[in-house]
């Protein structure tokens, strides 16, 4: 019997080993071997039964229960229906009187193995022992029962004599052979999940953002992703099999020079090398990006270096990002003053407070202003202390999280009584105590008095619910993330192991099914629109997208589903279609509009060539502003600092003098260019007409531009060809004398010798000035395109003339707001004339011009000038004091404008006034409207940095009678000082 026992045995065995080969073989044919193995399991169990063994006399049993039971609990419903049709036609072939009792335990045994793999949810390979002989145990209990079908009363005697060695001997050798397969097993979904693995590591690897080196343990590359073939250059093709030292160079970002390489570091020390900024890595075609670098070694499980890996993270958007967070930084501070918008942070723990410096301005405070908790409530109205002091200690306790309060304050400065609006917001620790409070303060006066506060938080929420599942090759979930637990309402645990279709309802599992086996057989991507369902029994309309993924054979390892809502989509494409039938009638019509489109896209298509070409001019107009700005800077910064030597000559000293002024006069003409430029672009330039002297207006630029021509051996003429009635009109005088006096410095610029001549004329209703010049002349194709933005005749690096090329396109912009027309006539080489057109404005009320101020006209010959400058900067007050002392038979200084209406009233020999809009305390605007109101014939000229349109309105609306920007042109601010002294106004 033990012979038989062994020989069975070793059936058993070699079952093992040949399983073990079949499941090798499977990969990529998994319905083959579901047959093999069938076949496999049915084959062994009739050679088995070839050989049985005699228990004892006219007892003869064998190994096929064993069999049965394995094909069930490993092979699943195909191979053991496969292995019991072989095994029980087998036994019916052999016939004799226990062929019932044969076929049942093949039947039964197998039956019992599927229940067990049913039971376990097909994860056979967590099974131990114990399990396998528990399942040994039970399927030969089901194996004596079938024995109960031999003849009576015999069965009953065969059952007393073969339980006790069928139990003792069979369920031990099921457990043995159980775990011999499930070995196999074991290994075959380890070998699944390393390929996967492998798939993963390759996928990460060539698709993540940062350049990635790996190298063996001498440093010659052996892998490169894709960001690496940019920053270096090289094909992955290229770089395997070269010294990393040749494929990576890193050079040093501000001196230029090459890095050494820290591949022997990293391979020799095994230790792990860091660069951050200021690395540049060069590429092989020299083209360089800034990187941060770091190089580590990689060792096995002995700890043994095999290689290198390198990672370069390129900056360049990093850099991007960081100029744009500065410069949000920047238009934060700038919407915070023009908001009136200031925050600050109140410290629990010492009690102390901090805050912008917007905040200073709107509490009227400064540096040395005390900020504790009495110093804030020092500053909230007395109404509100109490409701403002409540809402802190609320924080602070824990009542409330935030708070938002309309209050008021008291300027701690002026006095003035304000409405601010405050949001604060508690900050805990992680005791969850309050240690901060910290909040924003805006200067809601104005919106308080048009009792119309509106309220500008909004909350986002932006919420994804996308479902992302992976499932292997049968089918079957292997992986479920959050979104797509958030969106089914099922959790990891419910849906691992089932298969996809479990996600669609009935009616859907077949198309789906279908869909999922077409995408494992196909490349790309797919998508369908199907229901899927909800855990609550509801279901969604969902877009999914499937896609393949690859094991280490690249052979199809699983899919990938995305799936996303798109119920509302669903709903509103319906109604889409509705509305489309709708339209679908207007076709037609629109058809008949095609030749129409057809020539708006071929203006489109001239629009966008312009448009590339206003690129191309912008990129020269910013080369041409940084050497605008960097040349003057150079000649004031450097002369400047040669005017140091004590040892230098009066001659030299005074032509370093001269050329800090020229370049400083450059330096101002560009910033206003610019500030000019901007405002047009934005809209921000207003009219302001006025009546105007014609011939004032060219008598003015005759005293400013004279001695500038005269200095480079030109000839200044003027020619004014209105008659009296002609010489007066209303318009805007500052932007006509800026257009004229860009006119005249451009002829001056590009005329080396010869004359320019400044005129004017009546023709046809409007008063045309000219100002025409024997210079270098325009060509006739550029007559138009001078007048652009950005624009300049010649654009080269080494061009003759400076200028920032914005001239002509603010005289133009001006010229239309003002109604006129500008233009040019010239030919290269023969000089050029450019015409400002207005038209001309008159009214019933004009008196008769004024005679003229004449040439010889000079601020000493007028009357007496007893002069009240009011201005808060010493060193301004000194340049005027330098500038006027000769000029005046007296000169008084405030610093301020309460002190300069004391001064004024003590004082009723003073005949004009120069006065400083921005003074601390009351401003120049009020202190002028008190003075005025003191004398109101006394001329105040405003004189500040605030050179703006809107500035100026402000001082003329406060009583001024003209006006000077900073910095001051002395021959501008003594002529406008001699033209008030002579109008008669004192």
């Known amino acids: 019997?033990?012979?038989?026992?062994?020989?069975?045995?070793?059936?058993?065995?070699?079952?093992?080993?040949?399983?073990?080969?079949?499941?090798?073989?499977?990969?990529?044919?998994?319905?083959?071997?579901?047959?093999?193995?069938?076949?496999?399991?049915?084959?062994?169990?009739?050679?088995?039964?070839?050989?049985?063994?005699?228990?004892?006399?006219?007892?003869?049993?064998?190994?096929?229960?064993?069999?049965?039971?394995?094909?069930?609990?490993?092979?699943?419903?195909?191979?053991?229906?496969?292995?019991?049709?072989?095994?029980?036609?087998?036994?019916?072939?052999?016939?004799?009187?226990?062929?019932?009792?044969?076929?049942?335990?093949?039947?039964?045994?197998?039956?019992?193995?599927?229940?067990?793999?049913?039971?376990?949810?097909?994860?056979?390979?967590?099974?131990?022992?114990?399990?396998?002989?528990?399942?040994?145990?039970?399927?030969?209990?089901?194996?004596?029962?079938?024995?109960?079908?031999?003849?009576?009363?015999?069965?009953?005697?065969?059952?007393?004599?073969?339980?006790?060695?069928?139990?003792?001997?069979?369920?031990?050798?099921?457990?043995?052979?159980?775990?011999?397969?499930?070995?196999?097993?074991?290994?075959?979904?380890?070998?699944?999940?390393?390929?996967?693995?492998?798939?993963?590591?390759?996928?990460?690897?060539?698709?993540?953002?940062?350049?990635?080196?790996?190298?063996?343990?001498?440093?010659?590359?052996?892998?490169?992703?894709?960001?690496?073939?940019?920053?270096?250059?090289?094909?992955?093709?290229?770089?395997?099999?070269?010294?990393?030292?040749?494929?990576?160079?890193?050079?040093?970002?501000?001196?230029?020079?090459?890095?050494?390489?820290?591949?022997?570091?990293?391979?020799?020390?095994?230790?792990?090398?860091?660069?951050?900024?200021?690395?540049?890595?060069?590429?092989?075609?020299?083209?360089?990006?800034?990187?941060?670098?770091?190089?580590?070694?990689?060792?096995?499980?002995?700890?043994?270096?095999?290689?290198?890996?390198?990672?370069?993270?390129?900056?360049?958007?990093?850099?991007?990002?960081?100029?744009?967070?500065?410069?949000?930084?920047?238009?934060?501070?700038?919407?915070?003053?023009?908001?009136?918008?200031?925050?600050?942070?109140?410290?629990?723990?010492h009690g102390f407070w901090s805050c912008s410096k917007e905040l200073d301005n709107i509490f009227g405070i400064d540096s040395h202003y005390k900020k504790d908790f009495d110093g804030w409530l020092s500053i909230v109205h007395p109404d509100f202390k109490q409701e403002v002091e409540g809402v802190f200690q609320s924080l602070v306790n824990g009542g409330r999280e935030q708070h938002n309060m309309v209050f008021k304050i008291t300027d701690h400065k002026e006095g003035k009584e304000k409405w601010v609006q405050g949001l604060c917001k508690a900050k805990h620790d992680e005791k969850n105590v309050v240690v901060e409070i910290f909040g924003t303060i805006q200067d809601i006066t104005s919106l308080k008095d048009a009792e119309n506060i509106i309220g500008r938080q909004a909350q986002i929420v932006d919420q994804v619910h996308d479902s992302i599942f992976a499932a292997d090759t049968q089918g079957l979930i292997t992986d479920w993330n959050k979104g797509a637990q958030k969106l089914h309402g099922f959790n990891e645990e419910e849906v691992i192991g089932k298969h996809v279709s479990f996600l669609v309802p009935d009616e859907h599992k077949q198309m789906f099914n279908e869909h999922i086996a077409k995408r494992m057989s196909t490349e790309g991507e797919y998508y369908l629109e199907v229901p899927m369902i909800k855990k609550d029994g509801g279901t969604f309309h969902a877009n999914v997208s499937l896609s393949v993924f690859y094991g280490a054979s690249k052979k199809v390892s699983g899919i990938i589903g995305y799936a996303i809502d798109f119920t509302r989509q669903k709903l509103l494409e319906g109604e889409l279609k509705q509305t489309n039938e709708k339209y679908l009638a207007l076709n037609e019509e629109l058809n008949e509009s095609l030749v129409h489109i057809q020539l708006i896209n071929a203006e489109l298509k001239e629009a966008k060539e312009k448009a590339e070409q206003s690129d191309r001019m912008k990129s020269a107009f910013l080369a041409n502003m940084s050497h605008e700005i960097r040349t003057p800077m150079n000649g004031i910064l450097g002369f400047t600092s040669l005017l140091r030597n004590d040892n230098i000559s009066p001659a030299a000293k005074n032509t370093y003098i001269d050329i800090v002024e020229r370049s400083s006069k450059r330096l101002l003409a560009t910033i206003n260019d610019l500030i000019d430029i901007s405002r047009i672009e934005s809209g921000q330039v207003s009219v302001f007409e006025t009546r105007i002297n014609v011939h004032e207006l060219l008598h003015e630029l005759d005293l400013l531009f004279r001695t500038e021509t005269e200095a480079k051996g030109l000839k200044y003429r003027v020619v004014n060809q209105l008659v009296a009635d002609q010489n007066e009109t209303f318009t805007d005088k500052e932007k006509i004398y800026s257009i004229l006096t860009n006119f005249i410095k451009n002829a001056i610029k590009f005329t080396s010798a010869g004359e320019i001549e400044v005129g004017c004329l009546y023709k046809q209703g409007n008063i045309v000035f000219y100002v025409k010049d024997t210079g270098v002349g325009i060509a006739k194709e550029n007559h138009k395109l001078i007048f652009e933005r950005f624009v300049q005749e010649d654009t080269n690096l080494s061009r003759k003339f400076e200028g920032s090329g914005l001239g002509l396109a603010i005289s133009k912009a001006y010229t239309h707001l003002l109604g006129g027309e500008i233009w040019v006539e010239s030919e290269k080489g023969q000089g050029a004339c450019f015409y400002l057109s207005l038209p001309f404005k008159t009214d019933n009320q004009l008196h008769s011009p004024d005679s003229s101020i004449t040439e010889a006209d000079d601020a000493k010959t007028v009357v007496p000038l007893h002069l009240l400058v009011v201005e808060d900067d010493y060193f301004s007050f000194k340049y005027f004091e330098e500038l006027l002392s000769e000029y005046c038979a007296e000169l008084l200084h405030a610093p301020s404008g309460l002190e300069a209406i004391d001064i004024f009233s003590e004082n009723p020999q003073i005949n004009l006034v120069l006065m400083d809009v921005k003074l601390p305390g009351l401003d120049g605007y009020e202190t002028t409207r008190r003075i005025k109101k003191i004398r109101p014939e006394i001329p105040v000229i405003a004189q500040t940095a605030f050179a703006l349109d809107e500035d100026k309105q402000k001082a003329y609306d406060a009583g001024c009678v003209d006006f000077v920007a900073k910095p001051i042109n002395a021959t501008e601010l003594l002529i406008k000082i001699r033209k008030h002294l002579a109008a008669g106004n004192i």
Request: proline content about 4%.
């Open 1 to 349: 019997m033990f012979v038989d026992f062994f020989q069975n045995a070793t059936l058993l065995v070699t079952l093992t080993m040949l399983y073990g080969l079949v499941a090798r073989l499977r990969k990529g044919k998994p319905k083959l071997f579901v047959v093999f193995s069938g076949l496999l399991f049915g084959g062994v169990a009739v050679a088995a039964m070839n050989m049985p063994f005699e228990m004892e006399p006219g007892i003869i049993y064998d190994g096929r229960s064993v069999i049965l039971t394995l094909a069930g609990l490993f092979g699943g419903i195909i191979p053991s229906v496969i292995a019991v049709a072989v095994a029980s036609f087998f036994r019916l072939y052999v016939g004799g009187i226990g062929v019932y009792a044969g076929v049942s335990t093949i039947v039964l045994c197998a039956l019992t193995g599927l229940s067990f793999r049913q039971i376990y949810l097909r994860k056979v390979h967590k099974f131990n022992l114990l399990g396998f002989y528990f399942i040994g145990f039970v399927s030969h209990l089901v194996m004596l029962g079938a024995q109960l079908t031999l003849p009576w009363p015999g069965a009953w005697h065969i059952l007393g004599n073969i339980w006790q060695p069928v139990l003792v001997l069979f369920p031990p050798v099921f457990m043995l052979i159980a775990y011999f397969i499930h070995g196999e097993e074991v290994k075959i979904v380890a070998a699944a999940k390393i390929a996967q693995a492998e798939s993963l590591f390759r996928a990460t690897f060539y698709s993540i953002g940062d350049a990635v080196i790996i190298t063996d343990a001498n440093g010659i590359v052996q892998k490169l992703n894709l960001s690496a073939e940019k920053l270096t250059g090289y094909t992955e093709n290229e770089a395997i099999g070269t010294s990393c030292e040749k494929v990576v160079r890193l050079e040093d970002e501000v001196s230029g020079k090459l890095l050494p390489n820290p591949v022997a570091n990293v391979l020799e020390q095994g230790r792990i090398i860091g660069l951050s900024n200021g690395v540049l890595a060069v590429s092989r075609q020299d083209e360089k990006y800034p990187v941060t670098y770091s190089a580590s070694p990689i060792v096995d499980e002995s700890s043994k270096q095999k290689g290198m890996v390198i990672i370069l993270r390129d900056q360049s958007a990093d850099r991007q990002q960081q100029k744009q967070l500065t410069d949000s930084e920047l238009m934060l501070r700038e919407a915070q003053r023009i908001a009136k918008l200031g925050h600050f942070t109140l410290n629990i723990v």
